[in-house]
């Protein structure tokens, strides 16, 4: 399964995403990394996801983030922190 995770480097973001990896998920991370993200909080994992520094309230950042290596026609899951 693949999942869009936004938040990802912040706190809680970060550690869901290294729960999902455990469970074989497909991971993309979009941050807009603010004063509480920071990519350190990905340490480790971020070979293993797709990180894109954006904006979730710019469409053009979240259509990146979708389609970065999703095939355009797979359904894919968004969680948001
Ligand atoms: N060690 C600890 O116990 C610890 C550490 C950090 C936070 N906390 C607590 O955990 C709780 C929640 O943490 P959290 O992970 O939900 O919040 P967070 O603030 O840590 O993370 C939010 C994430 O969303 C990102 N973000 C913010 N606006 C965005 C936007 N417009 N587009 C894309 N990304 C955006 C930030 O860069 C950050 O990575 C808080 O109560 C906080 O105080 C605890």
């Known amino acids: ?5 936004t938040g ?4 809680i973001g970060s550690n869901f995403v290294r729960y999902l990896l455990n469970y074989g998920y497909r991971i993309n991370v ?3 990394l603010t004063y509480a993200g920071r ?3 990905l340490k ?3 070979k293993e ?3 894109l520094r954006g904006d979730i309230t710019n469409p053009k950042d ?4 979708i389609k970065r290596k999703f095939p ?4 894919f899951s968004l969680l948001s922190f």
């Open 49 to 51: 996801i797709n990180f």
């Open 30 to 32: 979009l941050d807009k």
């Open 39 to 41: 990519k350190e909080n």
């Open 1 to 5: 399964m693949k999942v869009l995770i």
């Open 72 to 75: 355009s026609q797979s359904q």
């Open 44 to 46: 480790g994992v971020l």
């Open 8 to 11: 990802g480097a912040g706190f």
């Open 62 to 65: 979240v259509d990146k983030a």
